[in-house]
């Protein structure tokens, strides 16, 4: 599976962005998803991340209730929504994935999953 990240930029603070993330290949309907993001400095930390069947989503604690992570099958894209962005939110963004045999787990850790986009760049400005 590839994958591409696309959807960044430079946002104050407060306002909203939204990451897309388009699979390609022949399992790309089979993979459980992810968001993590790394900033300068710090290690790459989870962000959000949903089940193969989209039944189930897990957040950080530190962008609940703001992002939400979503998927169309249609497409073959998951989305991170990401409002009332803060400052600490600035960081590369990565989407993950990994075949999922079960249907309705959700990984936190990177070393779960197998591919990974490119990032893209997130700066919010206070």
């Known amino acids: 599976v590839q994958l591409q990240a696309s959807g960044g930029g430079l946002v104050q603070a407060g306002g909203s962005l939204r990451l897309s993330c388009a699979a390609s290949g022949p399992t790309r309907n089979m993979q459980a998803m992810g968001w993590f993001r790394q900033a300068p400095g710090k290690e790459r930390e989870f962000v959000a991340a949903i089940s193969r069947n989209n039944y189930n989503t897990r957040y950080a604690d530190s962008v609940k209730g703001r992002f939400t992570i979503s998927r169309n099958k249609v497409e073959s894209t998951v989305a991170l929504q990401m409002n009332s962005l803060k400052s600490e939110d600035t960081a590369v963004y990565h989407c993950?994935?990994?075949?999922?045999?079960?249907?309705?787990?959700?990984?936190?850790?990177?070393?779960?999953?197998?591919?990974w986009g490119q990032g893209t760049q997130v700066t919010v400005s206070s």
């Open positions: 993950a994935s990994r075949y999922a045999r079960r249907m309705e787990t959700v990984h936190e850790s990177p070393n779960e999953y197998q591919n």
